[in-house]
Structures are given as C-alpha cells and as structure tokens.
C-alpha cells in the first residue's frame, strides 16, 4: 500500500503527500522501498553489484551517486566481498542482505523490511541493528513487519500491534508486553529478558537487554 503495488478500496493512503491512488508505483519508489520477505522473489540479476545498482539505474542517478550509493550499501549490508557473486550461490541469509542493499541504494526516505530476521543468525541480527542506527541516523523511515519480538524491543520505539485483519494498538514495545490481553489477542510472545527476569522475581518491567543491564548496573551498587 505505501509504494502503490496495491491500492486502497477504500480511504486513501498518503505517502510525502502523495495520495498513492494518484501515483503509479515508479513514482512512489522513489520515496519509499519495501523489501520483500522472501529475497528470491525480488532479486534477477546474477551478480550481487548488478542487483544493487539496478535501482539507481532505474532512478537515473548519475555515474557518480550511483557509484557511492551502491559502494555505501554494500558496506553497510556487510557485502562488499560477495559484489561479483551469483546471489543464488550465497545462502538464504545473505541473499537477504543483497535486496536490503538494493533498496538502500536507492536512497528512498522510507525502506519497508519484511521479515529482516527470519533465517537470521546472531551475526545477522547485530548486522542488521547497527544498519538500522546508521539509517535511522540518516533521517530514514524504517518500518519492520516482524514477528521477532526480541528484535522489536531492541530496536523500535513505535509499536503497531496487528492482528484479525485490524489495527488493535499503536503504543511502545514496554506496554505491549506489559498488556497481557493485548498478547493474548494478538498471539504474541513476551521477549526472552522479559520472561527470564520474571522467572527471577524481578517485579520491575523489563524487555531490554540495555533496560536489564542498566538494571543489574543499579541493583549491583545497592
């Protein structure tokens, strides 16, 4: 809906002022890019620097932002060893990291992920969050549809709970988990600090591992 590959039946949506009813869908990746969940079905070229200048070329940059904008995401993405590979001979996880950096590239105000750690190890997910800073440090929009709930506390500050096909809350991640109701509607677990720290007798909330930390660092000095 935000970059018009379906359109509203109802209602609108507005994206930098654009009603996307009015925009076709190459307007509108110029201002927001969504990265699908599943990598293969977004990637078709057969080296990793294609697929991540595709965009650009789409966009008409020139040689030279091209250049910096592909170099930059890469980098960022953790692939600048892999620009002259087949993606579909890197695994899963990677592959994922190569459409990322495709839509990095374009240098849209807003990246839509899908589903960023599914298929994730540890060092995927710490690659992932030290983009996710240096973007949000850029002045982008990130907005993640995720069900990892550990990388929602660690990572975001602004929550949409979905579920039923309906809105039910947009809060913070501390009172998601602390609406026991509103877990249960929606099917969601608690992050693994929150329960181990209630396993603990820790009557404070915490779904963080900084909110934990910064914890143990007070009770440690009593």
């Known amino acids: 809906m935000i970059n018009g590959l379906l359109k509203p039946t109802t209602g609108k949506v507005v994206v930098a002022g654009m009603d996307t009813k009015d925009f076709t869908t190459a ?4 201002k927001a890019g969504y990265v699908f969940q599943n990598p293969d079905d977004q ?11 595709f965009g650009p070329e789409v966009l008409k940059m020139s040689e030279s932002k091209m250049k910096e904008m592909t170099e930059y995401s890469a980098s960022l993405t953790g692939l600048r060893e892999e620009m002259e590979e087949n993606p ?5 996880s990677v592959r994922k990291f190569v459409t990322i950096a495709s839509i990095i590239a374009m240098d849209t ?15 995927g ?9 240096e973007l949000k440090a850029r002045g982008k929009t990130i907005v993640t ?20 096909k309906n ?15 509103l877990l249960e509607e929606s099917m969601l677990l608690k992050p693994y600090i929150s329960e ?22 007070r009770t440690a000095t009593r």
């Open 27 to 30: 307007a509108l990746s110029r």
């Open 167 to 181: 809105l039910l809350k947009i809060t913070n991640p501390k009172e998601v988990f602390s609406d026991d109701k």
């Open 43 to 53: 990637i078709f070229h057969n080296t990793v620097e294609k697929e991540i200048r």
């Open 145 to 164: 549809i995720t069900h990892d709930m550990e990388f929602v506390v660690n990572n975001f500050h602004k929550v949409f709970v979905m579920a039923h």
């Open 109 to 123: 105000d807003i990246i839509i992920l899908d589903e960023p750690t599914a298929g994730q190890d540890i060092k």
């Open 125 to 133: 997910i710490r690659l992932l969050e030290n983009m996710l800073k």
């Open 88 to 92: 579909y001979n890197l695994p899963l």
């Open 196 to 217: 181990l720290v209630s396993e603990l007798g820790v009557t404070e909330q915490i779904t963080s591992r900084t909110e934990f930390a910064n914890y143990i660092k």
